[in-house]
């Protein structure tokens, strides 16, 4: 069973994703007090550490396998264009401390996501640096952006997934199955991914109309972050500032911070955690994968 430290855990999605497949979270990092009682609630026998800047490689247990984490992704996001400071950023520099907890302990493997803004800040010169250090570790590092709506959820959700591997280059492996590469039949329209077959998961729910960020009398398609109204049963991507958007039955309209009978506050807090929070699905089908490549005994090394 492969052990697993959980860095920025937020409310577990990580967590959840790679322990469906069989792997144990046994250490968890998380500095916002909300997620922190989530965690609490969920993995109440875990070590669970506060802020990252604290945290010393000898408090991480000797024998876990797989670290994973997203780093916080305000200071990369497209949201904030114009004031993207990459990894320069205080929130987003948090992966220099990740890094460095990594140089020490140098775990078999290591999953990282964020946003796909990663990819191209500083004009993807900070994407080159994140790559290059986990190399110079001695990782084989290996990308791809996943999309949640092709992986059983209703919204549409893309993100960048980076797998590193310790000593072997299997890491690709663990991200691109056969088939990947396969050309779709005309522009714009791609097949589902495995996970989404194997599955038979619906990812659209028909009956759903979306109108997000109070944007009503505008077109679908305004404004870089979906501020706008669709009804093609997915759900744009949730953010931190949720209670704004309203889910619209045929004949009903609810609006989300209505539906949960609970305070204000404690509603914000959830919503800006769910907000952050990755596709577990998507986790799911990556662990499945590392189980499967530790359970291989043809492991190409470095």
Known sequence: ML??????????????????????????????????????????????????????SRLIPDDVDLWCGGFPCQDLSLANQGKRKGLEGERSGLF???????????????IIENVPGLLNSNEGKDFQFLVQTLDELGYGVSWRVFDAKYFGTPQRRRRVFIVASFGTICSADVLFED????????????????????????????????????????????????????????????????SADVICQTTNAIRVRDTTRVSKRLDSNRYRAIGNAVCVNIVEWIGKRIVEMENSTNVPSI
């Open 3 to 56: 052990k697993v430290a959980s860095f920025f855990a937020g409310i577990g999605g990580f967590d959840i994703g790679l322990e469906r497949v069989g792997m144990k979270v046994v250490f968890q990092c998380e500095v916002n007090n909300f997620c922190q009682q989530v965690l609490k609630q969920h993995w109440p026998n875990n070590i669970l550490h506060g802020d990252i800047k604290t945290l010393e």
């Open 96 to 110: 220099s401390k990740y890094a460095e907890l990594i140089a020490q302990r140098k775990p078999r493997w290591v």
């Open 179 to 242: 088939g990947s590469f396969d050309v779709a039949p005309r522009a714009g329209i791609g097949k589902k991914d495995i996970f989404a077959r194997e599955t038979g998961k619906s990812y659209q729910d028909p009956n759903l109309y979306i109108i997000q960020h109070a944007a009503v009398g505008r077109k679908p398609e305004a404004g870089p972050q979906s501020k706008g109204y669709r009804h093609d049963g997915e759900a744009f991507t949730l953010d931190s500032r949720g």
